[in-house]
């Protein structure tokens, strides 16, 4: 496992590429067909597609466990999501993250903790919105209490701001700056910007605009290609990468090692 030196260390000054792994549905929801070991098995074969392609980070997320559950997530989700982190870890020594969708983010900090994973992606830490899943409350406050209760002040929480598939009408008066502003208020570990929804490209605008306004590492989460990264790398720390790097350019497809080591090229160049 990367025990040598920490993510938080990795994240300042590296810029790394976070390669996203969505996982197949999880055992009891409604499109699950897998054994949890199958699960298992085909996750920890997609980080290898990126290991070997030159990523040392990626991230785990439960995309295909629709229609997803609000702010909470079962014991059958967040041991399974446990394990796939571990094994992870313990076969390719990189560094990953985990998100438990939607907003499930006790459920995540406990299966990263648990797993010896690197950080946590949430939704809802300030604020509120209106997802998909309906009305989400902020949740900093009873999650960073948690985190010290369990001793998981290692795993990093990275936070969504104005967050995509969501409505944000009730803070329209709050502009995207004042948000990240009031994460790191609230200790967030980095503030996550994303387009309006999965594969779409953050606004680059409000991309500097937070840069310029906090002192946390800023994430790109959405709509990174090796076409458009070049405008992007100077004002962002790390890039979450999913639908770029699947075949075809689909979410739900398996990682392309051709597009991942296109888009590598391209940071080489920068």
């Known amino acids: 496992m990367q025990n040598n030196y920490s993510f938080k260390k990795e994240i300042a000054g590296k810029k790394p590429i976070i390669g996203m792994i969505h996982l197949p549905a999880l055992p009891g929801t409604p499109k699950n067909t897998l054994s949890p070991q199958k699960i298992i098995d085909s996750a920890v074969v ?57 907003g499930a ?39 960073l209490r948690y985190r010290k209760m369990i001793a998981a002040q290692n795993i990093l929480i990275f936070t969504d701001i104005k967050k995509k598939h969501s409505a944000h009408a009730l803070t329209t008066d709050i502009s995207i700056a004042e948000t990240a502003e009031a994460a790191e208020f609230f200790l967030s570990d980095g503030i996550i910007i994303t387009g309006a929804s999965t594969g779409k490209q953050a606004d680059i605008e409000e991309v500097k605009e937070v840069k310029n306004s906090v002192k946390l590492p800023v994430l790109i989460g959405s709509g990174i290609t090796a076409e458009n990264i070049a405008e992007y790398y100077p004002h962002a720390d790390a890039f979450i990468i999913g639908s770029y790097f699947k075949e075809e350019g689909n979410w739900e497809n398996p990682p392309e090692p051709k597009r991942i080591k296109k888009l590598l090229k391209e940071v080489e160049k920068l």
């Open 105 to 143: 983010n006790k459920a995540a900090l406990a299966a990263a903790h648990s797993a010896g994973a690197d950080f946590i992606r949430i939704e809802g830490f300030v604020f509120a919105h209106l997802a998909d899943e309906g009305y989400i409350e902020s949740s900093a406050a009873e999650l």
């Open 46 to 102: 997609e980080a290898k597609i990126y290991a070997q392609n030159g990523l040392n980070t990626v991230m785990i997320e439960n995309m295909h466990d629709l229609p997803y559950l609000k702010q909470t997530a079962g014991h059958e989700i967040s041991s399974v999501t446990s394990i796939i982190a571990y094994e992870i870890k313990r076969k390719l020594g990189i560094y990953c993250g985990i998100q438990i969708l939607a």
